[in-house]
Nanobody
């Protein structure tokens, strides 16, 4: 069964950068689109970026210019590089592949 494992979260200061990683088991990673989502306390989960199998990338307006999504098919990993972090970006961040179970997510806390 394909599994997603997020890592790279942490406690950072406003303005800092952070790189999240998503390790995907299984050999079909190159065929999957990968989404990055976040869920802040008391709020609904929202998409922040998605990268297609063909490497097309879309970003939520709120993170355009700050976040960069990428993928490495040889390592079956996806990454989300986040810059200029602000306290409102505090959330649990998830990577997601449609039809697969959600991972545990990784907590990002941004302090002012």
């Amino acid at each position: 069964q394909v599994q997603l494992v997020e890592s790279g979260g942490g406690f950072v200061q406003s303005g800092d950068s952070l790189r999240l990683s998503c390790a995907v088991s299984g050999s079909s990673f190159m065929n999957y689109a990968v989404g990055w989502y976040r869920q802040a306390p008391g709020k609904q989960r929202e998409m922040v970026a998605q990268i297609s199998a063909a490497n097309w990338i879309d970003y939520a307006d709120s993170v355009t210019g700050r976040f960069t999504a990428s993928r490495d098919n040889t390592k079956t990993t996806a990454s989300l590089y986040m810059t200029s972090l602000e306290p409102e970006y505090t959330a649990v961040y998830y990577c997601y592949i449609p039809s697969l179970p959600w991972g545990q997510g990784t907590q990002v806390t941004v302090s002012s």
